[in-house]
């Protein structure tokens, strides 16, 4: 009994914390004047994951930027990417140039040298939007069609 009381007490503190963020969340679009990420009453694909539809920017050069800034426009027009968060990293390199790749999950999803033409790299990343989105859907499908035991839902 003792152990139901404590399981019980843990799952109450849980959905305070919950409620609590979404207050937060809710209180800062608010102030903002912003949406807040996840309206009270809709779900995904994924639950009620309020981080479902972000894009973070890993980026570093001008020719970085202007790639994340072309993609995450384009990326908001493509139909249903709002279910998905991404995160667009980059790596620059004297030699090589400017290597920028995208992270679903755990997996990358998309990769590409940036050109020296910052124009380019608009061009490419309004190019990446519809392919990462078909690469993305690929993988959900994937993952839901395989069931392997040893393997945990993000390492599939």
Not at 1 to 12: L, S, W
Request: include cysteine; charge should be positive; charged fraction near 20%.
């Amino acid at each position: 009994m003792p152990e139901q009381e404590g399981e019980k007490r843990r799952i109450a503190g849980l959905l305070l914390a919950a409620s609590c963020s979404l207050v937060c969340i809710t209180s800062f679009a608010a102030v903002s004047g912003q949406q807040p990420p996840l309206q009270a009453g809709t779900r995904t694909h994924r639950g009620s994951d309020p981080y479902t539809g972000i894009v973070t920017n890993q980026t570093i050069t001008a020719a970085g930027t202007d790639f994340f800034q072309a993609f995450v426009s384009a990326w908001r027009n493509v139909p249903n990417s709002g279910a998905y968060s991404l995160s667009v990293h980059e790596q620059p390199s004297a030699r090589w140039g400017t290597h920028v790749w995208i992270v679903y999950g755990v997996h990358r999803v998309f990769q590409l040298q940036l050109p020296a033409a910052r124009a380019a790299a608009r061009e490419l990343g309004m190019r990446a939007a519809p392919v990462v989105l078909r690469r993305v859907v690929d993988q959900d499908v994937a993952r839901a069609l395989f069931r392997d035991v040893d393997l945990g839902r993000d390492e599939l």
